[in-house]
């Protein structure tokens, strides 16, 4: 039976900046999603509630057909293993071939099922099989008592792997963790700092140390956190007073940078207030933090609204970020990526087609396509490629007001890749899948779709996980599998899933079909070489209340021979020695356009060089022969005034080999 979950949109919708007013099509039923307060008093586990049953439980695939493995980890107390949002919680190091699973710890430690306690899975082998890995490493141990929770550390924690570079033994890496907890007596929610290492081989060897705000700057449960080689570690809080029992911003995020201290084999922390100013003191949705390959160029991000911007529905959220280039010394004044009106993105505001446009809004006449307010979901990811410019995953969808986002029909949510070629001087954005639902709800838990993105060692490559329900009458995201998209950054083409333009379903037919809750997948990828397999993590539970057990995928990758759909979007600046050695580079401009197209063609040898047009049903519009040209930059020109407002591809054909570029008319 069919869930009725949404709610219709039937009034008018008004945007800030123009006259004309989108409204929703009568007979399009949405929800509205707001960001969710995040509760600040650690509840005490319900032992009434009635149990989430899955859809599948007892249904599991009992064939050898599953696409992907499944392998089970250690426990955590409930859901909030994972906690909300998408903290670094499973780290992999391409370098020594291991990774670590990083949450609550749960039945299995001890004592078992506490608050205080954190506990590490540990990889070896890229933790390809169940002997590779070892569970339930208690890392911490609690001793202030606080019935019935220990105060020493919560959940929401976050952890990387600090593995100084050059090193090869495993001996002389850690595990890096910093949470949140209650240690701060002054109030009665979180407030205080839990910060320490593991050794990954001695796993007696570890540290713990408490930090509390008083005075204030405000602590409270930090979102982003990253590790380098050269001994640099970053984490980022939202300055958030908890004094009164809810958050109130406070204006700012609270710094970290921690250097190692080859004495004490541990990261001795500096804290520093950095401004982020919002419109009406608005919360800050989530905030991340990545660095380069090379650990020199720092890119922090919140999710917000910047005092000065201009979205068209006030207090919509898009990312704003500061930038360093001496490793998180210094910081730039902040930056804002305006996703939507005229100076918006056009990846964004190009993606609805006009047959979308007609069919979710009443007109004629329909909105402009500067004319749909956009804003981000509640959380994000972040990552910084070899060059030093910022990538970031994140859920963009249809603003109806202030603060929310409009899900129910499928495709009105989507996941980009949004990022900068130029040091955040101009913005873009690449589609990586389209989301069915949104937000999941367990008993009174919920998770939203956890996009999660990671790069490869060298940066060149950036890949994209996220949760989605896609089961025909469903709307919540309460039966989640796994979807997976690559990205390029030198052929700047993005995966297919055999042969269609579209993310993979990763756990499809394995173990956990529909069942990949709350997923978190590594910010680094293993590589070997052109095969590039993503460290992804999920728990699997029956009751929300209750325990959960953590899930690996050890064997889902691409190959270079993924990478086959091009994308729009300028390329990145790569050198002489990173460059393809296609038969021929095509780059199609301006696009959007109106009129009249340039294809830009650089051939590596003399070709014969033919060209075709097809629009989104594959029917050709148009076709040049240019016979044979000569090797080095050709351009000519194509005539788009006769063509219809809509997506269209343009094929270039080289010696009988398709270059093609997806082309939109306005």
């Not at 695939?61 to 696409?67: G, R």
């Not at 250690?74 to 670094?88: D, E």
């Not at 709307?475 to 599998?481: A, K, S, V």
Request: net charge negative; glycine share 8%.
């Amino acid at each position: 039976m069919k869930k009725v979950l949404l709610i219709s949109l039937a009034l008018m919708i008004g945007l800030a900046v123009v006259a004309q007013k989108p409204q929703v099509s009568k007979g399009v039923f949405v929800k509205n999603y707001s960001q969710e307060q995040v509760v600040i008093k650690e509840p005490v586990e319900a032992t009434t509630i009635s149990p989430f049953k899955s859809k599948f439980q007892g249904l599991k695939n009992a064939s050898n057909t599953n696409i992907v493995s499944v392998l089970t980890l250690g426990t955590s107390a409930n859901v909030l293993g994972y906690s909300s949002g998408t903290r670094p919680m499973v780290w992999a190091d391409d370098d020594l071939n291991v990774l670590i699973n990083f949450h609550r710890a749960g039945p299995g430690a001890t004592p078992p099922s506490l608050s205080g306690y954190y506990a590490m899975d540990l990889g070896v082998n890229n933790g390809a099989t169940q002997a590779d890995w070892n569970n339930q490493i208690l890392v911490t141990a609690a001793k202030m008592v606080a019935s019935p929770y220990y105060y020493d550390a919560s959940r929401y924690p976050c952890a990387a792997i600090y593995n100084p570079t050059g090193n090869t033994t495993l001996a002389n890496a850690y595990c890096a963790f910093f949470g949140p907890n209650f240690a701060n007596l002054v109030v009665s929610g979180f407030g205080g700092y839990t910060i320490g290492r593991a050794n990954l081989v001695n796993f007696a060897d570890t540290t713990k140390r408490l930090k509390w705000y008083n005075p204030p700057p405000y602590t409270y449960i930090p979102d982003g956190f990253s590790v380098t080689g050269n001994g640099i570690a970053h984490v980022l809080d939202g300055d958030n007073n908890v004094e009164s029992g809810s958050v109130v911003y406070m204006g700012n995020v609270i710094y970290g940078r921690g250097v190692w201290n080859t004495a004490t084999k541990d990261f001795d922390y500096t804290y520093t207030s950095i401004p982020f100013p919002t419109v009406d003191n608005q919360n800050i949705a989530d905030n991340k933090i990545a660095a380069s390959p090379d650990g020199q160029k720092v890119w922090m991000s919140v999710l917000g609204q910047l005092v000065g911007s201009t979205p068209l529905v006030d207090s919509a959220y898009a990312p704003i970020l500061r930038k360093s280039t001496d490793g998180g010394l210094t910081w730039s004044d902040p930056i804002v990526v305006q996703l939507d009106g005229p100076n918006g993105i056009a990846g964004i505001k190009n993606h609805f087609s006009d047959y979308f446009i007609q069919n979710f809004f009443v007109g004629p006449p329909y909105p402009t396509r500067d004319e749909i307010p956009y804003t981000c979901a509640f959380d994000h990811s972040l990552s910084v490629d070899k060059w030093g410019n910022p990538h970031i995953g994140v859920v963009v969808g249809y603003a109806p007001g202030g603060g929310s986002i409009s899900t129910g029909v499928d495709s009105l949510l989507n996941v980009y890749d949004i990022y900068s070629v130029n040091d955040g001087a101009s913005w873009q954005a690449v589609f990586m899948g389209t989301l069915k639902t949104f937000r999941g709800t367990w008993a009174t838990y919920t998770s939203d779709n956890r996009t999660y993105i990671s790069r490869n060692k060298n940066g060149d490559k950036m890949f994209f996980t996220w949760n989605d329900t896609r089961i025909d009458g469903e709307t919540n995201n309460q039966n989640p599998d796994v979807y997976a998209r690559g990205f390029d950054l030198i052929t700047n083409k993005i995966t297919a899933d055999n042969g269609t333009d579209q993310p993979n379903n990763v756990t499809f037919l394995c173990d956990i079909t529909q069942e990949a809750y709350w997923q978190c997948t590594s910010p680094i990828v293993f590589t070997d070489n052109n095969k590039f397999t993503l460290p992804i993590c999920t728990q699997w539970f029956a009751d929300a209340a209750l325990d959960a057990t953590f899930k690996y995928i050890p064997d889902f990758s691409y190959v270079q021979g993924d990478f086959t759909i091009p994308v729009v979007a300028d390329p990145c600046p790569i050198g002489m020695g990173e460059k393809s050695n296609a038969l021929a580079t095509v780059n199609v401009y301006p696009n959007p356009i109106k009129d009249i197209a340039k294809v830009s063609l650089t051939l590596s040898q003399n070709a014969n060089v033919t060209v075709s047009v097809t629009n989104l049903v594959g029917q050709q519009v148009m076709s040049l022969n240019k016979g044979s040209m000569s090797a080095g930059a050709q351009q000519f020109s194509i005539d788009a005034r006769n063509l219809t407002s809509g997506v269209y591809f343009i094929t270039v054909l080289v010696n009988g080999q398709k270059f093609t570029q997806k082309m939109i008319v306005e």
